[in-house]
């Protein structure tokens, strides 16, 4: 049941891209949050989450693509009068001024609007003042008293603790009755301890203050601890919109599922609605929907997997143990079955060597769609049974003339790695290795910053740099017409927030 | 007993090296006392007097070089600490080029000064006869010519600063609400103030000793600095009063030298206190 409202939209970034020297960060993103709303920016390091803030922020200018604050467009508006604050990582106070002119600063440059006066056209003009002296000092002191450093106004920034300069740079933002608070990993050079205290502090105050925050993290627990709604990010584009629980337990694709929470990533086939195939055996599953055969990845919690013992009637998969380590509540398993090897969460304990039954229950299996089965190119004939594309000059047998615009379509398995950079045609960098059962896929970006996804039985290490080599008789070209010039299509639309 | 020979050779070789560095000022010092017009004339030493610092206020000529040497110190070195300053943040914020552009900055440091000195020669020369902007070679040249001699040296000290700096800070003051040129100097420069501070002193000091430029770029009017006054009147008959300037200069730096090192030890003893975290 959905009601016809209009959404409150605090902060609507529409279309936007970012490229710094020919490396697209943001691609093509757009995101809209709602007022009052705690919303963290999750993803790896190199995702684009920290481009983004800084763009809503104002330090960074889109390449492309609009910002809105409150419906006003501010893609051009200079930080100084956004209404917007920002918390840096690094605290960033003013080492020269003491606790309470820190805080005070941003106050001091403020304008407020303290009445009307009719000028000499007889038209009326708003009037502004500077705050005064006393009520800078209550404004400071109410600041600094919602983050607990009541009597630390006189301090030296520098004698305070990493977490005491955290609270004064919240506290430096917060004076300024932002309309939206931008968090950029905040707690990032705190301790654990430190860490957890001022996750609480900062939901608390977000609770009492109802301001929207803006939060960023490559800390999925912290995400899904603080936030109300979690955009995950990789590679400049959005993954999945959701709340924590929707995130966890319905990732949009094996990415998400990785990144988030400890995961086996498994890959299928959809028999039917209901009913999924994976490891040789068949399964029960909620999903449906989905094409008849269709491949898919699915993904498998830990704590959903249930260990019998051998001789047991249920469960449908059975496998050994490889090892079992003992996490205070839980023990944590490695048990291999049909060639997998399943990462187990369970309170019963089972001795190494052991064999057991594993049980899944249909809600314990999360289907996803594959999020890419082929990789797909755009190149060009250069010549006789010659094909450019990724920065490389391939030999394909075509009887397309020289210059005829294709995309070619790369299988994963048609593609090999190499250790040596120059025993393959092109060379890459890894991205990223994720074990799908029986198989690595391995993705490598390549110098022309397109990606490769590659089924491979190696696991390769993230950053390497790697030769591609590839097998020809797999690969198949298609002539480009003009009319599909999108072969990018973003996946991530406007996804709602 | 090898050890012990070591020991007193190390004193030996510490003590040669400090007489020899102090070896000429010390005899300055002392002759500054002298009633004698030359060193080594056939009555020694002479008497113990301190005529030769009265004798120093009575020499308009030298009095006058002393005070151009001071006034044009102090007015290059500002401004070169104002221009280096800014060059520096400027530099720091330099987005493509940031490389290139500071080691062209720095390339004057290590040149020689005579080929400076010869150039800003022609350069009044060609301002004068080919542009003709009329440039009176003179104090103001001096200025000018000393400004552009020092000004890398400040950017040379204030920059390992700026890389010192947290690197939001400037967004932190933008993002408060102030404008540019506002967080550069209410969060930016206060940060820069030792830099500044060094690097005044160090223009201050390169302009006062400076001669090769200054006796090139002087002009025929008869303006001269210390250095250059000496120079003009070591082939005549030098006032002897030089030594007692020389004794007042050496004392003054000395001074300062250890002013500078009191309040350095202060400042750092009252930050290590304070950064001993009181509890709460």
């Known amino acids: ?497 | 007993m090898n050890k012990k020979l070591w020991l007193v050779l190390r004193w030996v070789f510490l003590a040669v090296v400090l007489i020899s560095i102090y070896l000429p000022i010390m005899l300055i010092i002392v002759y500054s006392f002298s009633s004698e017009r030359n060193i080594g004339s056939d009555s020694g030493f002479g008497d113990f007097t301190f005529s030769l610092y009265g004798r120093l206020f009575q020499n308009d000529l030298l009095m006058e070089a002393t005070l151009n040497t001071l006034g044009i110190g102090l007015a290059s070195a500002l401004l070169a600490t104002f221009i280096g300053t800014f060059t520096a943040v400027g530099l720091y914020y330099m987005r493509k080029g940031k490389k290139a552009v500071n080691l062209v900055s720095q390339v004057t440091v290590v040149n020689a000064e005579i080929v400076t000195a010869v150039g800003f020669l022609l350069l009044s020369i060609f301002l004068r006869d080919v542009i003709q902007i009329p440039i009176e070679k003179g104090v103001l040249w001096l200025i000018i010519t000393h400004t552009v001699l020092t000004t890398p040296y400040v950017i040379l000290t204030v920059s390992p600063r700026l890389n010192q700096l947290n690197p939001n800070l400037y967004e932190a003051g933008l993002d408060l609400g102030a404008r540019p040129m506002r967080t550069l100097f209410t969060v930016i420069m206060p940060q820069l103030i030792g830099g500044m501070v060094s690097g005044f002193a160090l223009a201050f000091t390169l302009s006062l000793d400076d001669f090769v430029v200054t006796n090139l770029n002087k002009g025929t009017s008869g303006v001269n600095t210390i250095s250059t006054y000496v120079y003009d009147n070591l082939k005549r008959n030098l006032d002897p009063a030089i030594r007692a300037l020389s004794t007042i200069i050496f004392v003054i730096v000395l001074v300062v030298l250890i002013v500078f090192n009191i309040i350095k030890n202060k400042k750092a003893k009252a930050e290590q206190s304070a950064s001993k975290p009181l509890g709460k």
């Open chain 1, 1 to 497: 049941m959905r009601e016809q409202r209009v959404i409150d939209k605090i902060i609507d970034v529409k279309n936007v891209t970012k490229v710094f020297d020919d490396t697209t960060v943001i691609d093509e993103l757009s995101l809209y949050i709602r007022r009052g709303q705690f919303v963290t920016l999750l993803g790896p390091s190199g995702c684009g989450k920290t481009t983004l803030l800084r763009m809503i922020a104002g330090f960074v200018a889109p390449t492309e693509g609009k910002i809105y604050v409150e419906g006003q467009d501010v893609t051009t508006i200079p930080p100084y009068k956004r209404p917007v604050n920002t918390v840096f990582q690094k605290y960033a106070l003013f080492p020269h001024l003491n606790v309470f002119n820190n805080v005070a600063y941003g106050l001091k440059l403020k304008k407020i609007l303290s009445g009307e006066k009719t000028n000499r056209k007889g038209e009326k003009v708003p009037v502004f003042r500077k705050f005064t002296k006393e009520e800078i000092a209550n404004k400071v002191n109410r600041a600094l008293k919602l983050v607990g450093l009541e009597d630390y106004g006189h301090r030296d920034v520098n004698s305070l603790s990493g977490g005491q300069q955290q609270r004064v740079a919240i506290a430096r933002a917060l004076v300024c009755e932002p309309k939206v608070l931008l968090l950029d990993e905040p707690l990032g050079a705190l301790d654990l301890k430190m860490r957890k205290e001022m996750q609480i502090e900062l939901t608390k105050m977000h609770k009492e203050l109802g301001i929207t925050f803006i939060y960023v993290t490559h800390d999925q627990e912290e995400a899904l601890t603080m936030s109300d709604v979690v955009v995950v990010l990789n590679d400049g584009l959005i993954q999945q919109i959701g709340t924590p629980k929707q995130v966890y337990d319905e990732p949009a694709n094996a990415f998400v599922a990785d990144f988030i929470g400890e995961s086996n990533i498994i890959s299928g086939i959809m028999i039917k609605d209901f009913s999924v195939k994976f490891l040789d055996t068949v399964f029960v599953c909620e999903d449906k929907g989905f094409a008849k055969n269709e491949q898919v990845d699915l993904v498998i919690r830990p704590e959903d997997i249930t260990v019998l013992p051998e001789d047991s009637d249920k469960g449908q998969l059975t496998g050994t143990v490889l090892s079992a380590v003992f996490k205070g509540t839980w023990y944590e398993m490695e048990i291999t079955a049909n060639g997998y090897e399943f990462t187990v969460q369970s309170t019963i304990e089972a001795k190494v060597g052991q064999k057991v039954k594993l049980s899944i229950e249909p809600d314990g299996i999360h289907i996803m769609k594959k999020l890419r089965t082929v990789n797909e190119f755009v190149g060009e004939v250069s010549g006789e049974n010659t094909v450019d594309f990724c920065g490389g000059t391939f030999e394909i047998s075509t009887d397309l003339e020289r210059g005829t615009p294709v995309k070619v379509f790369v299988p994963f398995d048609a593609v090999e790695l190499t250790d040596d950079e120059e025993d393959g045609e092109i060379g890459g960098n890894v991205a990223r290795s994720l074990y799908k059962g029986r198989y690595y896929q391995v993705q490598v970006y390549t110098d022309t910053d397109e990606d490769f996804y590659i089924d491979t039985s190696d696991e390769w290490d993230i950053d390497d740099r790697v030769g591609i080599k590839l097998d020809k008789s797999k690969l198949r070209l298609e002539v480009i017409v003009e009319e599909t010039e999108e072969e990018n299509q973003a996946e991530d639309g406007g996804d709602e927030a």
